[in-house]
């Protein structure tokens, strides 16, 4: 009964931020750790990062660190994906995901829920 729901995606140029929402329903949403992903067209779904129960922790995919950040509002159900200095390989589609425990936290299938994903492109 959880539902996830992206927005945010757009079209931005390179260099640029935007910043990605993931709405939480259904379920308590400070008992998961809550999980972004992308997928590039012809490409497998990725780990960008995942932020722990209560925000205290987070973990990222090298190729975003430092540019990436994610951050939590228990109060609200909601999870921010910001990204700054974008580049035109972050073009992809973007998804939040759901699970219970952190560990793994890599491992798509050990997501219990998924969002139907928000479109990211990015201009030379």
């Known amino acids: 009964q959880v539902q996830l729901v992206e927005s945010g995606g757009g079209l931005v140029q390179a260099g640029g931020s935007l910043r990605l929402s993931c709405a939480f329903s259904g379920r308590t949403f400070s008992s998961y750790v809550l999980g972004w992903f992308r997928q590039a067209p012809g490409k497998e779904r990725e780990f960008v990062g995942i932020i722990r129960w209560n925000g205290d922790m987070t973990d990222y995919a090298d190729s975003v660190k430092g540019r990436f950040t994610i951050y939590r509002d228990n109060a609200k159900n909601t999870v921010w994906l910001q990204m700054n200095s974008l580049k035109p390989e972050d073009t992809a589609v973007y998804y939040c995901?759901?699970?219970?425990?952190?560990?793994?936290?890599?491992?798509?299938?050990?997501?219990?829920?998924w969002g139907q994903g928000t479109q990211v492109t990015v201009s030379s």
């Open positions: 995901a759901a699970k219970t425990w952190y560990s793994d936290f890599e491992i798509e299938a050990r997501y219990n829920y």
